[in-house]
């Protein structure tokens, strides 16, 4: 069974870090590109970070950029965010996805942990 | 960056209703878009790949249409399970990957 599950979440203070992580199962990891998309409580969908297969290919949402970093080792069949200098508006349920093709885009992102929940706050 | 917008925002319908829900590319993709479906407190659910390429396993009365900047995802006869948000994502510029605001739609 394809399964990806994260781990990681918590609460923390406002400029303060956490890293997430997702295990990836089922499937051959490193044939695809992977992806973390982000949902404040009530709010809709939003694309945080995405990589490559090969990490060749990286890139961040600019509400992001320079804050968080997107990793992956495919020996382990794992991805992580690295979330640095958090604000309240970072706060939310944060997807681990996988993409249909190696590279980042053109297609979609077919499977879809079930979430780790971020909370920024004193 | 290319933004998506999605029209409506919510829609009412009843069981065996043709829905259609509409999205719109500030730029053209050509048919690099995909469809969504999430219920409350779960993940999404990929529906239709490259605008009109149906996810394995989705029920055929789910269609998707258009190329360039507009496009639609169609339900034929609305089930009792459709009643979900319904995203689209453009998938031609990375970065980035931008998600359409949502379509809620919701029992008449």
């Known amino acids: 069974e394809v399964q990806l599950v994260e781990s990681g979440g918590g609460l923390v203070q406002p400029g303060r870090s956490l890293r997430v992580s997702c295990a990836a199962s089922?499937?051959?990891?490193?044939?695809?590109?992977m992806h973390w998309v982000r949902q404040a409580p009530g709010k809709g969908l939003e694309w945080v970070s995405s990589?490559?297969?090969?990490?060749?290919?990286?890139g961040y949402a600019d509400s992001v950029k320079g804050r968080f970093t997107i990793s992956r080792d495919n020996a382990k069949n794992s991805l992580y965010l690295q979330m640095n200098s958090l604000r309240a508006e970072d706060m939310g349920f944060y997807y681990c996805?996988?993409?249909?093709?190696?590279?980042?885009?053109?297609?979609?992102?077919?499977?879809w942990g079930q979430g780790t929940t971020v909370t920024v706050s004193s | 960056d290319i933004q998506m917008t999605q029209s409506p925002s919510s829609v009412s319908a009843s069981v065996g209703d043709r829905v259609t829900i509409t999205c719109r590319a500030s730029q053209g993709i050509n048919s690099w878009l995909a469809w969504y479906q999430q219920k409350p407190g779960k993940a999404p659910k990929l529906l239709i790949y490259?605008?009109?390429s149906l996810q394995s396993g989705v029920p055929s009365r789910f269609s998707g249409s258009g190329s360039g900047t507009d496009f639609t995802l169609t339900i034929s006869s609305l089930q009792p399970e459709d009643f979900a948000t319904y995203y689209c994502q453009q998938a031609n510029s990375f970065p980035p990957l931008t998600f359409g605001g949502g379509t809620k739609v919701e029992i008449k």
């Open positions: 990589i490559s297969w090969n990490s060749g290919s990286i």
């Open positions: 996805v996988k993409d249909m093709k190696r590279e980042v885009g053109y297609y979609g992102m077919d499977v």
């Open positions: 490259a605008a009109s």
């Open positions: 089922g499937f051959t990891f490193d044939d695809y590109a």
